[in-house]
T-cell receptor, first 114, second 112 residues
Framework: GDSVTQMEGPVTLSEEAFLTINCTYT??????LFWYVQYPGEGLQLLLK?????DKGSNKGFEATYRKETTSFHLEKGSVQVSDSAVYFC?????????????FGQGTRLTINP | NAGVTQTPKFRVLKTGQSMTLLCAQD?????MYWYRQDPGMGLRLIHY???????AKGEVPDGYNVSRLKKQNFLLGLESAAPSQTSVYFC???????????FGPGTRLTVL
């Protein structure tokens, strides 16, 4: 079935460091891909998305490119801040018809130290 | 505009007790979802609804029931709680298929 695999955490970086969180997927068809972020004590928020191959999603300095050839959607940010500390989830939309069903990776906890 | 709200925020149950979690959204979304979040496992879909009066099973539906009597509300019921149902439960809604899902703040449930 459809699945998403993220790099295992936790990840700890210093402020202004470069961030990469790896995400690969397995899916039939052509899923949409998402990154969600969960700040402490809150629900998930959509960070960025890409709906077709070679699309780049971006938001708040984060970027991810939909790579069909490597089935990947890695999250990157050039200079992280303490406020970026959160849990990040990669997800795919499993079915293009009917209700959108998101399949999530296990999440990667990111901690940024000042 | 409150978005997606969930009640209660926290609950402790004893094995065998029943309870209902309420999710409400004020965005006129057609689709609503219930997920559970467990450490190291991401979010897993329990049940979902594509409109008022409709429900469908997700990935982990056993031990749960749902109802969507009104478009804005989606209820998740546990008839006989078990310790394996200790989790954080999230409700979400979306306007249409492939649209962004908006999440509530979650309900932390502990079953002793």
């Amino acid at each position: 079935g459809d699945s998403v695999t993220q790099m295992e955490g936790p990840v700890t970086l210093s402020e202004e460091a470069f961030l990469t969180i790896n995400c690969t997927y397995t899916a039939t068809g052509y899923p949409s891909l998402f990154w969600y972020v969960q700040y402490p004590g809150e629900g998930l928020q959509l960070l960025l998305k890409a709906t077709k191959a070679d699309d780049k999603g971006s938001n708040k300095g984060f970027e991810a490119t939909y790579r069909k050839e490597t089935t990947s959607f890695h999250l990157e940010k050039g200079s992280v801040q303490v406020s970026d500390s959160a849990v990040y989830f990669c997800a795919l939309s499993a079915f293009p018809e009917g209700a959108q069903k998101l399949v999530f990776g296990q999440g990667t906890r990111l901690t940024i130290n000042p | 505009n409150a978005g997606v709200t969930q009640t209660p925020k926290f609950r402790v149950l004893k094995t065998g007790q029943s309870m209902t979690l309420l999710c409400a959204q004020d965005m006129n979304h057609e689709y609503m979802y219930w997920y559970r979040q467990d450490p190291g496992m991401g979010l897993r879909l329990i049940h979902y609804s594509v409109g008022e009066g409709t429900t469908a099973k997700g990935e982990v539906p056993d031990g749960y029931n749902v109802s969507r009597l009104k478009k804005q509300n989606f209820l998740l019921g546990l008839e006989s709680a078990a310790p394996s149902q200790t989790s954080v439960y999230f409700c979400a809604s979306s306007y249409r298929s492939l649209g962004e899902q908006f999440f509530g703040p979650g309900t932390r449930l502990t079953v002793l």
